[in-house]
C-alpha cells in the first residue's frame, strides 16, 4: 500500500511563494507519473503540474512560468514550488503518484490528504 504525506501548505499573501512536499511510503512498488493536483472551492481537481519518471514535466496554462514541479527518486517525494502566487491559487492540493507492483502491470494511481493553500489579496 501507498502512503502520501504532504506538507508545505498556509496562508500567503499574493505575490509570495511557497514550497509543497509529498513523500511517498511504502514497499514492493515502484513510482512512475508523480504529480499535484487541486481543488478550488466550488470547482473541480484538476490536475496542475506532472511529472514523469524520466524528468519531462508538463503544466496547466494557469501555473505555467510561475510553478515548478521537481521530484528526488531516492527520497521518493515529489515538490511544487509555487511563485507569484495568486488569490485564484486558493486551493485544496493533492499530490498524486502513479505505481507498478510489477511492470508488467497497469499503473496505479494514488493521490494524498490534501493540504490547503490560501492566497490573500
Known amino acids: 500500500q501507498v502512503q502520501l504525506v504532504e506538507s508545505g501548505g498556509g496562508l500567503v499573501q499574493a505575490g509570495e511563494s511557497l514550497r509543497l512536499s509529498c513523500a511517498a511510503s511504502?514497499?514492493?512498488?515502484?513510482?512512475?507519473?508523480m504529480g499535484w493536483g487541486r481543488q478550488g472551492p466550488g470547482k473541480q481537481r484538476e490536475l496542475v503540474a506532472g511529472?514523469?519518471?524520466?524528468?519531462?514535466?508538463k503544466y496547466v496554462d494557469s501555473v505555467r512560468d510561475r510553478f515548478t514541479i521537481s521530484r528526488d527518486d531516492a527520497k521518493r517525494t515529489v515538490y511544487l514550488h509555487m511563485n507569484s502566487l495568486k488569490p485564484e491559487d486558493t486551493a485544496v492540493y493533492y499530490c498524486?503518484?502513479?505505481?507498478?507492483?510489477?511492470?508488467?502491470?497497469?499503473?496505479?494511481?494514488?493521490w494524498g490528504q490534501g493540504t490547503q493553500v490560501t492566497v490573500s489579496s
Open positions: 498524486h503518484v502513479g505505481v507498478k507492483y510489477d511492470p508488467r502491470l497497469p499503473t496505479y494511481d494514488y
Open positions: 511529472i514523469t519518471s524520466g524528468g519531462s514535466t
Open positions: 511504502g514497499s514492493g512498488f515502484s513510482i512512475y507519473d
